[in-house]
Nanobody, 124 residues
Framework: QVQLVESGGGLVQAGGSLRLSCAAS????????MGWFRQARGKEREFVAA????????YYADSVKGRFTVSRDNAKNTAYLQMNSLKPEDTAVYYC?????????????????WGQGTQVTVSS
């Protein structure tokens, strides 16, 4: 069992930055590939970014490529999502996710554990 707790969300103006953190507890963190998904009001949950177990491979949705950076610190059992050049369309609840897979995760159906979500609001 793994518990995931996100933090770092908030209100920011367009063009600003936020860094989300996902702290994991429970089973060994480094056996899990980690991902970030988001869900805007009235829309389906969508993939944002993913990172492999060791951090050697990352993958991004086209909508965030070049603006967001996913990383992890296995010694701290924490994953991060650095979000720069934020746009109003990035407004959503952001979820951290973990999957016991030896590759990056880009689909919600492969997720074993979800965090509770953190709200990100970007004003224009």
């Amino acid at each position: 069992q793994v518990q995931l707790v996100e933090s770092g969300g908030g209100l920011v103006q367009a063009g600003g930055s936020l860094r989300l953190s996902c702290a994991a507890s429970g089973r060994t963190f480094d056996i899990y590939a980690m991902g970030w998904f988001r869900q805007a009001r009235g829309k389906e949950r969508e993939f944002v970014a993913a990172i492999s177990r060791t951090g050697g491979t990352t993958y991004y949705a086209d909508s965030v490529k070049g603006r967001f950076t996913v990383s992890r610190d296995n010694a701290k059992n924490t994953a991060y999502l650095q979000m720069n050049s934020l746009k109003p369309e990035d407004t959503a609840v952001y979820y951290c996710a973990a999957a016991n897979l030896d590759r990056v995760i880009t689909t919600a159906r492969l997720i074993n554990y979800w965090g509770q979500g953190t709200q990100v609001t970007v004003s224009s």
